[in-house]
């Protein structure tokens, strides 16, 4: 069955340093989605991306995310200047459409900054 | 303010008991997810609603769209159902994305 992968599955960096989380959306999708949860807190919405470029985002995306799709594979996600409280788990989710259809979560990438 | 409650926060049960779980959302939606996130933290997918009932095996999710509140039903619960559940909702004016309540963790005892 056709899954979304997350790469890396855990990463530990220092404040001030940039990450960029990679996420490999189920193939025939076309919406695309990332998610945190900080550690003991609910799920929290960041971005959505259709048709290269972003659909949705929240107040948390501030001008530090920025999100790419390079070629016809890859999802990223990109934290300019990582700070303390950007430690969380970050989820990728694709999705065939949108209001009314199921996303597929990937199993998450656990960031944690120093 | 788009608000997704859940309750209870947290739920024991003995195996082979009937458990509900509740949500009650704020505003017009397009569509309630019932998910499932594992103890190692990957979130799967179990029901998406937009009206009705639906059934998959022991789980059965219900919305009533007037009244905003949906529930999750497991019958005969077993230990491997200990988890937490989260509902989100997608909300009438937005683009897909869901908003999460806080879930319901699941404890089951043999």
């Known amino acids: 069955e056709p899954e979304v992968t997350q790469t890396p599955s855990h990463q530990v960096t220092q404040m001030g340093q940039e990450v960029i989380l990679r996420c490999v959306p189920i193939s025939n999708h076309l919406y695309f989605y990332w998610y945190r949860q900080i550690l003991g807190q609910k799920v929290e919405f960041l971005v959505s991306?259709?048709?290269?470029?972003?659909?949705?985002k929240s107040e948390i995306f501030d001008d530090q995310f920025s999100v790419e799709r390079p070629d016809g594979s890859n999802f990223t996600l990109k934290i300019r200047s990582t700070k303390l409280e950007d430690s969380a788990m970050y989820f990728c989710a694709s999705s065939w459409g949108t209001r009314q259809e199921t996303q597929y979560f990937g199993p998450g990438t656990r960031l944690l900054v120093l | 303010k788009n608000e997704v409650e859940q309750s209870p926060q947290n739920l024991t049960a003995q195996e082979g008991e009937f458990i509900t779980i509740n949500c009650s959302y704020s505003v017009g939606i397009s569509a309630l997810h019932w998910l499932q996130q594992h103890p190692g933290g990957g979130i799967v997918s179990l029901f998406m609603l937009s009206s009705g009932k639906k059934k998959h095996g022991r789980l059965i999710a219900t919305i009533n769209i007037q009244e905003k509140h949906s529930s999750l039903h497991i019958t005969a619960s077993h230990p491997r159902d200990s988890a937490v559940y989260i509902c989100a909702v997608n909300y009438g004016g937005s683009q897909g994305n869901l908003i999460f309540g806080k879930g319901t963790k699941l404890s089951v005892k043999p």
């Open positions: 991306f259709y048709n290269n470029e972003i659909s949705e």
